[in-house]
């Protein structure tokens, strides 16, 4: 779900195609399932606050808080050849009984066979380091495609990879309770066979609720589920084309139907609408030291 203020219009030569900051989610062919474990310095022992600095409880009840969170629309693949048209309609993101509920619809809209809805809090939420905690319940079925994820916000190095992403949990219906945590930079990523990944089977990622967690520093970025890690990516201290996490980023979370990696096994319209529900998202900031 990005959003706001300006485009910016990069070409991703490695990619072969031309895409706007809203289309700068790359194709998901993962190549590098290990996680990110490089040799370096001891971790730094980096402590974050108590309460949250910037958080959504999901407490009220219509559209989400335009506060924090704008919307991505349009319905050009999103970079990912993905078949959904994403809308501000309550019917594919509202909040009710305190969840967030994202849904991908079986709709025509704009020529797409399908709706869905992306959120971004850019311009409202943007973060340098922090803890980032999201509890959620994912769709069910071939074709769904959850992520919940961060970009930058100013592109200071380039358009992608060269900037950065940051996905706190993505997964594919076809491939059932397989959670992935990555991230994505101009040394790392999948086009050239170097993206640095982690994969774990979590049963009832559809059924029940998850936390899903990054703490992010200036010396790596280490993944969350329910607690336990599974992702470690650091700073090598090579410069920003393996670590450009040294400048602002943005959350979105969103349910694409189909693309690249989506549709990989192929699709099942018969399974939507289906639904990602966010019970909170809170963002916790890293103490100074």
Known sequence: MIKNIFTLVVTCSLLGVSFSEAQVKPTQEKTDRSAATASQPARQNWTFEKKPSWFDEFNDSGRPDSTKWGYDIGGDGWGNNELQYYTNSLSNSSVNKGVLTITARSEKREGKEY????????????????????????????????????LPTDWSYGGWPASGEIDI????????DNVHMSVHTETYHHSIGTQKTATKIIPGVSKDFHVYRVDWTPDSITGFIDGKEMFHFVNE????????????FHLLLNVAFGGNWGAAKGIDPQVLPQNMEVDYVRVYKMNEK
Do not use: C
């Open 115 to 150: 709706t869905s809805a992306r959120l971004v809090s850019k311009n409202k939420g943007d973060f340098l380091y922090g803890r980032f905690e999201i509890k959620a319940r994912l769709p069910v079925g071939k074709g769904t495609w959850p992520a919940i994820w961060m």
């Open 237 to 248: 201290g090579t410069g920003f084309k393996a670590w450009p996490f040294d400048k602002r």
């Open 169 to 176: 949990m993505e997964h594919v219906g076809y491939d059932q």
